[in-house]
C-alpha cells in the first residue's frame, strides 16, 4: 500500500448521509446489495437502485421479501466471496436479528447501515439508538457516524475493516435518523483510484464455499467446541481495534482528513472539568453548546465515541481520567438497568470503574424518537453536572431531559 | 435470463444413476431415514460442481457435527426459514462475482433445502421470493417428513389430518388433535410463479425418478422447487425396514401425487400417472395410515373420513390429486 497523499482530485457534493453510503457502495464495488424498505436507512437502497439502473454501478440489487431474506441473502452471498451491503432501521433490524447474529457467528464480513429508528410500538420515524445497539453482545462491529462525510469514509472502512482476515467479523454503520440520512452536506467524494488504492478485493481464503474448496461451514457443535468457537470470535473482535488502527492511519494520509482517533473524537477536553459524552449528530448541538459554556469561563468537555464496537476502554479511560464529572447523554433507554442509566452510560462507568480517582457519573436520557436536543438542554445537563461538582455528590443519577409531566 | 446450466443427462434406470457420492458416511441419522436417502440421491444427481446449502432440521443436525460431515460437497447451514435466501444469496454472489470477472466462470449448481417445517411453514415467503428471481439458477428441495422431526416430532402444516406428535398427542377428551389438512404446496408455488419453469412432487423410493427430477430442475435455468414425501421411522412409528414401502404406498394410495410442472405443462408420474388414467386402482389408505403408530389412534370414522378426503380429491378436483378449484359451472 502507498502511503503518500493522492493529489486531490476528490470532487465535492451536497449529499445526505444516505446519498453519500450509496457512492460509498459504488466506489467500493459492492458485488450483492439486498434492501428492504422501512425509513429512514431505506433512502440509502432508493439511491442504490437509480446508480444501477443509470448504469453508474454493476451490482446484484435484490429487493428481498422481508428483513430476515434480506441479511440472509447478503450472508449467503458473502460466504461464497462476494463483497456485500445491506441495512434497515428499527423494528426492521429487529426482524432481521436471527439472520443477524448468525452473520456474525459465521465471521460473514456484512456491512450494513442502520438508520437509527425508534422501535415500535408506538410508531415513530424518529432517531434512537436501542436498534442498533441490540446488536453489541453478538459480534458486531458498531460505529456511530457524525456526519455525511464521515458516513462515506466509515463505509469504504467497513470492507476494509471487516474483510480483513484478522477480523472477519460483520460491521454495522449507525447514521442518526433524519438528523443524518436525509440532512445535506458537502461532502468530498474520492476518486475510484483513490479508493481501489486502500479498498483490496475480498478474499475469503480458505473459508470461501465453492467446489474447489468443499468445505462444510457451521455444522452442529454443541457443548463439545462452543466455547472455543466463541472465543475465537472474541479474540477476532479484540484483533479488530488493531486493524482499525491501521486501516484508518493509512485512510488519513491516503485521503487527507481524519480524526486523532478512529474510535472517539475530543473537543475541548483538555483541561474540562465536566466532560459530555454522546454519539452521533447529538455531537452537533453539544459542540455550540460547550463552545458558549467556553465562552462564559466553564471548563466543558465533549467526547464523542464513534466505535461502540469494539468499545475503546483505554482511550476512554484516557480521555476521561483527568475530569471531575461525566455527563453521559444517551439517545436510548435499558428499562431496569442499573441506575436506570442510558446504555452507553453504563458502558462507560463500567470503563471508568478501575481508574484511581473516578469522576462523578451522571446519566441523562435525550432526544428519544427524533426529538431534537437543544443547546439549552445540554445547558440544562451540564448544570446539574456542576451541581454534583459542587455538593460532592450525584443526587439524581439518571434524569430525562425535556420530558413533560 | 439465465446463465448456462451444467450438462446432466437423464438416467433411464437404476444403473445409470451415477456412482458419485457426495454424501457419504460421517452422519448419525436414524436407521431407515428416507430423508438422509434424498440427499445422497440428491447429490448423486448433480454431482461435484454443487454448492448445497442446508437450512436446520434433521438434515442439518444429524448429518453434520462438527469433525464430521458426510458432505463431499461445500455444504453450508442456513436457518430455518431460510432455505429461499440461502439459494438466492449463493447463487447471486456466484452470479456477480462470475459477471464482473472476480470468479472464473463455469456453471455452478446451486441446491438449498429445508424440511417440511423449514419449507412448508416458515420459510414459505422466502422460497416464493427465491422463484421470483429468474436471473437465479437454483433449485429448492424440501424433505417433508410430515412433521418437525428433529425437535421431537412436532405437528408442521405438512403434517397429515390426525397424525399423532407431540403437539398434537390424542387425548381423553380430544383425540384428533391436528385438525388441519396437509398444505397443498407444491401447486400453491406453481400456480403462484407462472413463470418458474419447473416444480415437481418426488418421493426416494422411485430412485431414477428422482434422479431426473432434480437433473431437469437443474439444467432448465432459472429457479426450481421440488418437493419430497419422506417416510420417517422415528415420527412416523414403524419398523425402519419399511421406509421404502411405506413412500410407494404413499403414492399408490393415492395420498401423494407424483407429478412435475414442465414450463407450464402438468405431468404425472410413475404410478400417479397409472391411477390418473384409469389403469390402476389406488389401494385403500387404511393400507398406509395402518401400517403407522402415528395413526393408530384414528377410529373407522376417521379412516373413513381421510378415505373420503383423498377421493374427494381424485374424484371431484378440478385437476385430480392436485388443484381443488375450477371455473364455476354456468350450465347450458
Known sequence: MATETLPQTEREELISGSEAIAIACSLADVDVITAYPIRPYDTVMQYVSKLKADGAFDCDFIVAESEHSQFEIVKHASAVGARTFCGSSGVGWFYAFEAITVTAGLRLPVVAMVGNRALDDPGAFGVEHNDAMAVRDLGWMLYWVGTAQEALDIALLSWRIAEDPRVFLPMAISCDGSFLTHSQAIVNVPTQEMVDQFLPQYDRGRLQLHPDNPITVAPQVNEDWLMEIRRQTDDAMRRSSDVIREAYEEFKQLFGRGDDSPFIEEYMTEDADIVLVGMGTLAMPVRVAVRRMREQGKKVGFVRVKFFRPFATDEIREALSHCKAVGVIDRDYSYGSPSYGGVLFNEIRSALYTLDNRPLMQSFIAGLGGREVLVRDVEEMTAMVQDSIDSGQVKEENTWIGVRE | ?332
Open chain 2, 1 to 332: 435470463m439465465t446463465t448456462v446450466t451444467q450438462e446432466l443427462p437423464q438416467v433411464r434406470g437404476v444403473k445409470q444413476i451415477p456412482v458419485f457420492e457426495g454424501f457419504t458416511s460421517g452422519h448419525r441419522t436414524c436407521q431407515g431415514c428416507e430423508s438422509a436417502l434424498v440427499m445422497r440421491l440428491m447429490i448423486k444427481a448433480a454431482g461435484p460442481r454443487t454448492i448445497v446449502v442446508g437450512s436446520t432440521g434433521c438434515m442439518y443436525v444429524a448429518n453434520t457435527t462438527y469433525y464430521s460431515t458426510p458432505w463431499v460437497v461445500p455444504w453450508m447451514h442456513t436457518q430455518l426459514g431460510s432455505s429461499g435466501s440461502a439459494a438466492t444469496g449463493t447463487a447471486a454472489g456466484l452470479a456477480s462475482l462470475m459477471r464482473k470477472g472476480k470468479m472464473q466462470e463455469e456453471p455452478i449448481n446451486v441446491i438449498a433445502f429445508c424440511g417440511d417445517g423449514g419449507g412448508v411453514d416458515m420459510g414459505l415467503s422466502a422460497i416464493s421470493a427465491a422463484l421470483q428471481h429468474d436471473e437465479y439458477n437454483l433449485l429448492i428441495l424440501c424433505y417433508d417428513n410430515e412433521s418437525y422431526a428433529n425437535t421431537d416430532i412436532q405437528v408442521s402444516g405438512s403434517s397429515p389430518w390426525g397424525a399423532n406428535s407431540t403437539f398434537s398427542p390424542p387425548g381423553k377428551v380430544h383425540r384428533i388433535m391436528n385438525r388441519r389438512w396437509k398444505k397443498n404446496t407444491v401447486p400453491m408455488l406453481a400456480a403462484g410463479h407462472p413463470d418458474v419453469r419447473y416444480v415437481a412432487t418426488a418421493c426416494g423410493s422411485y430412485g431414477p425418478d428422482f434422479t431426473n427430477k432434480i437433473r431437469r430442475a437443474l439444467t432448465i435455468g432459472g429457479p426450481t422447487f421440488i418437493h419430497s414425501i419422506d417416510p420417517c421411522p422415528k415420527g412416523w412409528d414403524y419398523d425402519p425396514k419399511y421406509s421404502h414401502e411405506l413412500g410407494m404406498l404413499a403414492v399408490e394410495t393415492g395420498i401423494w401425487v407424483q407429478y412435475e410442472i414442465v414450463d407450464g405443462e402438468l405431468i404425472l408420474n410413475g404410478p400417479s400417472r397409472a391411477i390418473s388414467r384409469g389403469i390402476r386402482r389406488r389401494k385403500p389408505v387404511t393400507d398406509y395410515l395402518q401400517r403407522q403408530g402415528r395413526f393408530a389412534h384414528l377410529t373407522e370414522e376417521d379412516l373413513q373420513f381421510f378415505q373420503d378426503r383423498i377421493d374427494e380429491t381424485w374424484e371431484k378436483w378440478w385437476i385430480p390429486g392436485i388443484v381443488p378449484f375450477g371455473p364455476h359451472d354456468e350450465g347450458e
